[in-house]
């Protein structure tokens, strides 16, 4: 197993981030494909999968949207969860084109090339759980972002979030120490897409915020914040993959949208 490496990441401006918010991921998404399929990602496997399925097995379901599905692994692996209809949405065209090769033996799985201010303006809705694992941390506007999410979840729907952990993620990723950071500020990241095991060599945008502007905006937006959690990868299969974590790698926020 080759050492990660840790490229430096770089400070950019709003613009230069709009570029980065979806393009690359047309790259990427084959490569997650592959990494998912052959179970080589174990923060996947073991941390972010099981725990949205904790997450979701709390309330009964009928009709589930994933938000930024990405290669739809995730959609597939939590489409039990839910009684009636799965739909998966991304802005990357491959992303979507993917997802659909994936999920496309399911006659209950829709997936549409849109983002969610997209899918929300084009009348979609209702939806009694939404799924956003990995995305809150890669768009700009988060504010239109969790504003669209709100109007596609029907009242008293639930929406569950996971993203890089913005207490630890620095640290864990080595730009921490860069003169630009600051943890309590919006900082716009050009970086290495990379997991604990693998590069990429596709530069992705990454935006640290600090914890309380997740949950300022989710409260601004028709949200009650029903628990945070902070799931470590266990002893046992750190070692079993040759990771190591002392710290979360990884924030849910399950909320639930006000009436």
Avoid at 125 to 147: K, N, R
Wanted: net charge negative; with cysteine; proline share 5%.
């Amino acid at each position: 197993m080759s050492e990660i490496r840790y490229p430096r990441a770089t400070r950019i401006d709003a613009a230069e981030a709009r570029l980065l918010e979806v393009e690359p991921w047309d790259k990427v998404v084959p490569l997650r494909a592959n990494d998912l399929d052959s179970g080589s990602d174990p923060s996947f496997e073991k941390v972010i999968l099981p725990t949205f399925r904790t997450l979701l097995a709390r309330r009964d379901i009928t009709s589930l949207l994933d938000v930024g599905c990405g290669a739809g692994r995730l959609t597939r692996r939590l489409s039990d969860l839910s009684r009636g209809s799965i739909v998966a949405i991304d802005p990357s065209q491959v992303s979507a084109q993917i997802a659909q090769e994936h999920l496309g033996s399911d006659d209950r799985c829709l997936v549409h090339n849109m983002s969610i201010q997209r899918y929300a303006a084009s009348g979609f809705g209702g939806h009694d759980a939404c799924v956003v694992s990995m995305v809150m941390q890669d768009v700009v506007d988060l504010a239109s972002f969790l504003e669209s999410c709100s109007e596609v979840i029907g009242p008293r729907g639930s929406l569950y979030c996971c993203v890089a952990h913005p207490c630890f993620w620095p640290a864990y990723w080595h730009y921490d120490s860069q003169p630009w950071f600051s943890y309590d500020r919006e900082i716009f990241i050009r970086s290495e897409f990379r997991t604990s095991l693998s590069n990429s060599g596709i530069d992705t945008l990454h935006v640290h915020r600090p914890m309380h502007r997740y949950v300022n905006e989710l409260l601004g937006h028709g949200f009650r914040v029903k628990s945070l959690l902070e799931p470590m990868m266990s002893a046992e299969d750190q070692r079993n993959n040759g990771v190591t974590w002392r710290t979360p790698h990884f924030l849910f926020i399950e909320c639930v949208r006000r009436g």
